[in-house]
């Protein structure tokens, strides 16, 4: 050993001395994060007077002295929540999140998740034509009795949409509030915007304070997205509504005798879960009748998801929730808000179409659309030089995406660009080649968008096109060094065949949670539709868009989802008893899976026909769907009951057992034996499971003697027995069971998709029916 042994003493000291400094000096913690913390209301000690007192006391127990001076305890809690879910959401350091989780009283902790919005004729278009002897919409007033709520951007209050004449006075079962803030009175509700509120919270929390001068930190709404949405579920009718010429006529909601009331979740930056959990929370206790969500985050597992948590409570208070299935088609697996107690929302065509014209220098005149209106128009008689930036026809590449600052002056002024579309808005495209000196623009499509077709209020004259145009139409650019061509607009086009056409962009199935569970539950009209707009921006929401217009188009499932959402408000007028599972039911046993051809409904990112994956149970028909005849219903119970088929422990299951004791009766063999109004049979690996059963019963909402007999599909895979073959029914709401054998013959690659039919001399109650053989791992 070498060195004296005074000099191995300094060293044990210094290294000792070391050591002690590093543990007594503070360590900082990790930054502060908004949590949703889950609570058992009942487990409050007695020595708490409220619940907002238990609360604090444990934020201040499992915060560290170092991080007290980081906030008070009170200012970390953010939201307590009381009527669909019950907890708080809190500020708190990853070290403090997993103390708390460990306390008594404490069921979860979710982090904020944040969520994005998934952004006429549609009335006349779905058969709700107020001309009809049958007055759907309002033949008493019972449907102003029903109140919307509307989780999104705000409301513009000064639309005609939400004009309230003629309207009754608000219900007397309403909670709600009409608060105030820059740019909204209590004057801007009345008795069709019966309230409006705004949750920034936890917003605030994870991006910093808003800045009131470019936001409005009220009801108000300046993105347009969410006065577009309220307007689709209940606006009151405004005849001669168009944008910029196209689409004239007269727009009204679904329900246009319904309440609206507003909850602006969303901001510049996103919606936030705290914030989205806190108007689900409010809504409820409020009083709405019918929520509508056109917002998703991705999918977590049911316990996780915290809006599946407070939706379920919205449920268990008779609520009918509608979600946005998601804007992630045409790929796979791509849906958002796939719990079984919300109605998922796709998107489809109507048939109406905003027509143009590309005419290239050889005379050959391509088809696309455009919903430009401006002073700058091309001469049909003249042709314009034609450019593509882009190395090759067949992929984009950074040069041909017309992204800022990626265009030469010197190579596009004075001509019409061909941009691919990606990356940046469609719209935006337009702006970047009108800044490069460009007289006009063609959109073409990439893969991902097929051959669907999506119209644009451009800032100069521009026409989209499909893929296989715009190969077309660049190859000929690319080749040609003279190619020239020019763009022509035709207004608005009605009766387009075929339609409805699943929208490329709809989110697909299948629901990776639980196959069992067939998702999307249905397909609403999402593209191209009009509805009220804010008055703060222009119609292609840009900075530079200097254009105020009353009425905009969009397009995405955020458009769709209203749609549902407003005619499950006119269901739950006509039958206010109905359970939202008797509504969704009615909703899904009555839509239909052909077009305006008679042929089965077209998937547009393929020209191929689609299946329940793509459309759910099919289209909506509200005209049927107000009369189905047999409903498939679902308590609050037997969604427990699911939920206790899907492995989760019993922490897992008490976030949704909350104060009604709900324990596991096992009355469920398995997810599939959920009262579904759609079957998925589920084959596992093994070859050992040759037969499935799943087991259904229906409800009469219709004559009260009535015989139905079975009408089922034939599989290549399977033999289908349904027992019994035929219900009799002698008595209004009488309830008959049956059970349907999926016995394996041929074990299939792929899924295969049919129906089962219950029908009458009245009535076709069809239910979708998917068949998975999953492969040995």
């Known amino acids: 050993m070498s060195g004296t042994p005074l000099q191995w003493l300094l060293l044990f000291l210094s290294t000792l001395l070391t050591i002690n400094l590093a543990l007594c000096l503070p360590q900082n913690p990790s930054p502060r994060k908004t949590y949703i913390v889950q609570m058992d209301k009942s487990q409050m000690p007695e020595t708490f007077t409220e619940h907002f007192q238990w609360y604090s006391s444990m934020i201040k127990s499992v915060v560290t002295e170092p991080e ?40 979860a902790i979710f982090p904020e998740t944040k969520y994005e919005l998934h952004t006429t004729r549609s009335p006349l278009f779905l058969g709700l034509e107020p001309q009809k002897i049958t007055n759907i919409w309002s033949d008493s007033n019972a449907d102003h009795d029903v109140i919307v709520g509307v989780l999104d951007t705000g409301i513009w209050p000064e639309s005609q949409s939400f004009n309230d004449s003629g309207m009754t006075p608000v219900p007397a079962h309403w909670k709600g509030a009409c608060e105030t803030g820059r740019a909204f009175t209590k004057s801007n ?6 309230g409006a509120r705004v949750f920034y919270r936890g917003y605030e929390a994870s991006t910093g304070k808003i800045n009131e001068k470019d936001e409005y930190k009220s009801p108000r709404d300046q993105d347009g997205h969410g006065t577009h949405t309220a307007a689709t579920v209940a606006g009151s009718p405004v005849r001669g509504a168009n944008l910029l010429g ?49 917002l998703g985050g991705g999918v977590s597992p049911y316990y996780r998801d915290s809006l599946s948590i407070a939706s379920f409570g919205a449920m268990e208070r008779g609520v009918f929730v509608s979600g946005s299935a998601g804007n992630g088609g045409p790929d796979p697996i791509s849906l958002t808000n796939v719990s079984p107690w919300i109605t998922t929302v796709g998107a489809s065509t109507m048939d109406r179409e905003f027509p143009s014209s590309v005419k290239l220098g050889t005379g050959k005149i391509i088809s696309g659309v455009s919903l430009y209106k401006g002073r700058r128009n091309l001469s049909k008689e003249k042709q314009y030089p034609l450019v593509y930036t882009g190395s090759n026809s067949s992929s984009p590449d950074p040069s041909s995406l017309c992204l800022e600052g990626t265009l030469d002056h010197r190579k596009v002024a004075g001509k019409i660009v061909i941009c691919d579309r990606g990356i940046n808005p469609r719209v935006q495209k337009g702006q970047v080649v009108k800044d490069a000196g460009g007289i006009g623009m063609i959109l073409s499509n990439t893969e991902a968008n097929g051959e669907e077709l999506v119209a644009d209020a451009h800032l100069l004259p521009a026409v989209g096109v499909g893929e296989r145009a715009g190969k077309m139409i660049k190859q000929y650019a690319l080749t040609n060094p003279k190619a020239t061509a020019t763009l022509g607009f035709m207004g608005t086009k009605l009766g387009i065949r075929p339609s409805p056409v699943v929208a490329a962009f709809s989110s ?37 868009d200097h254009r105020r217009v009353k009425f905009n188009i969009l397009s995405g499932t955020s458009m769709s989802c209203p749609h549902v959402s407003g005619v499950a408000a006119l269901l739950k007028a006509r039958h206010p008893e109905w359970s939202p599972a008797a509504i ?16 089965s409904l077209v998937d547009a990112a393929t020209d191929a026909p689609s299946n329940p994956y793509d459309h759910g149970a099919g289209h909506i028909h509200p005209a049927k769907a107000l009369d189905p005849g047999l409903v498939y219903d679902i308590g609050a119970q037997e969604y427990f009951e699911f939920l206790c088929t899907q492995g989760l422990t019993s922490g ?51 004559p009260p003697v009535s015989t139905y007999h079975v009408i089922v599909s034939q599989f290549k895979g399977v033999f289908i027995k349904v027992e019994p073959a035929v219900l009799k029914f002698n008595s209004k709401d009488q309830k008959l069971s049956y059970k349907v054998t999926f016995t394996s013959k041929s074990r299939q690659t792929t899924p295969e998709f049919g129906s089962l039919i219950w029908k009458d001399a009245l009535y076709r109650v069809r239910s979708p029916i998917a068949i998975t053989w999953l492969l040995p791992i």
């Open 68 to 107: 007290k001076q980081d906030a008070e305890d009170d200012e970390r809690i953010i939201y307590t929540y009381q009527t669909a879910f019950h907890g708080l959401a809190a500020q708190l350091s990853e070290e403090a999140a997993a103390r708390l989780e460990k306390l008594d009283g404490v069921m």
């Open 508 to 544: 697909r199935g299948p629901n990776f949670l639980t196959l069992e569970i067939l998702k999307p539950d249905m397909v609403a009209p999402g593209v191209n539709i009009l509805a009220a707009w804010t008055g703060e921006v222009g119609p292609s929401s840009l900075q530079m």
């Open 584 to 599: 969704k039911s009615a909703l899904m046993t009555t839509a239909y899976v052909h077009d305006n051809m008679y042929k």
């Open 652 to 702: 897992q299951l008490d976030v949704f057992a909350k104060f009604s004791n709900r324990k596991c009766q096992k009355t469920l063999a398995n997810p599939g034996d959920l009262n579904y109004p759609a079957l998925s049979a589920v084959f596992p690996e093994t070859n050992n499971v040759t037969a499935l059963t799943l087991h259904r019963t229906v409800t009469n909402v219709g």
């Open 189 to 194: 509700c009345n008795k069709k915007v019966v």
């Open 246 to 294: 196209y689409a004239y006529g007269t727009a009204r909601g679904m329900a246009p005798g319904a309440r609206i009331a507003a909850y602006k979740v969303c901001w510049t930056g996103g919606c936030f879960s705290s914030d989205i959990l806190s108007a689900v929370d409010q809504a409820v206790a409020d009083g709405v009748n019918v929520l509508s969500i056109s």
